[in-house]
T-cell receptor, first 107, second 113 residues
Framework: QKEVEQNSGPLSVPEGAIASLNCTYS??????FFWYRQYSGKSPELIMF????GDKEDGRFTAQLNKASQYVSLLIRDSQPSDSATYLC???????FGAGTRLTVKP | DAGVIQSPRHEVTEMGQEVTLRCKPI?????LFWYRQTMMRGLELLIY????????DSGMPEDRFSAKMPNASFSTLKIQPSEPRDSAVYFC???????????FGEGSWLTVV
């Protein structure tokens, strides 16, 4: 069974800080990686996807991929209380998700 | 453009009853996913279809669960007989052929008493 692992948290950061979320995966052949955000009581929504090693930036969000070490991370700069949610990592075409990391940004 | 549409949004049923959850994917999308989400187990992939064909059903928990996709615009997930441990939020999601993004429906909240 292909595994996607995330630290379930909770992770708490002060407003304005950088939040760092990590995800590891077991299938070395994985090619595509996704970060989703899920607010309480809502469905997951896509934040970013990344295919290539290195960094990909979109506004306050940066996804980092290291295929050799089999991890993908998400950095949220200038964290806001509205970023408080569960962040889910998904890998590859079959879209299996990690358990998610619950993030709280405190004002 | 309408998103993924699921029905019912909420269902409360008694143990032993049959439950049918329905999903209409986004028009033009060729992949459809069924997920189950609980606090304990997170977001689990149950089954996914590509061009109406089941590709991976290894996540289907047991024979009480079955899923069909008779055409590109409709899918069902059936639980028969239902049990209290089936209580969860069931999400349907669809994806187009580019493979970049899957879009989730709002979920069906199932409670089995």
């Amino acid at each position: 069974q292909k595994e996607v692992e995330q630290n379930s948290g909770p992770l708490s950061v002060p407003e304005g800080a950088i939040a760092s979320l990590n995800c590891t995966y077991s299938d070395r052949g994985s090619q595509s990686f996704f970060w989703y955000r899920q607010y309480s009581g809502k469905s997951p929504e896509l934040i970013m996807f990344i295919y290539s090693n290195g960094d990909k930036e979109d506004g306050r969000f940066t996804a980092q991929l290291n295929k050799a070490s089999q991890y993908v991370s998400l950095l949220i700069r200038d964290s806001q209380p509205s970023d408080s949610a569960t962040y889910l990592c998904a890998v590859n075409n079959d879209m299996r998700f990690g358990a998610g990391t619950r993030l709280t940004v405190k004002p | 453009d309408a998103g993924v549409i699921q029905s019912p949004r909420h269902e409360v049923t008694e143990m032993g009853q049959e439950v049918t959850l329905r999903c209409k994917p986004i028009s033009g999308h060729n992949s459809l996913f069924w997920y189950r989400q609980t606090m304990m187990r997170g977001l689990e992939l149950l089954i996914y279809f590509n061009n109406n064909v089941p590709i991976d059903d290894s996540g289907m928990p047991e024979d009480r669960f079955s899923a069909k996709m008779p055409n590109a615009s409709f899918s069902t997930l059936k639980i028969q007989p239902s049990e209290p441990r089936d209580s969860a939020v069931y999400f349907c999601a669809s994806r187009d052929s580019s493979g970049n993004t899957i879009y989730f429906g709002e979920g069906s909240w199932l409670t089995v008493v």
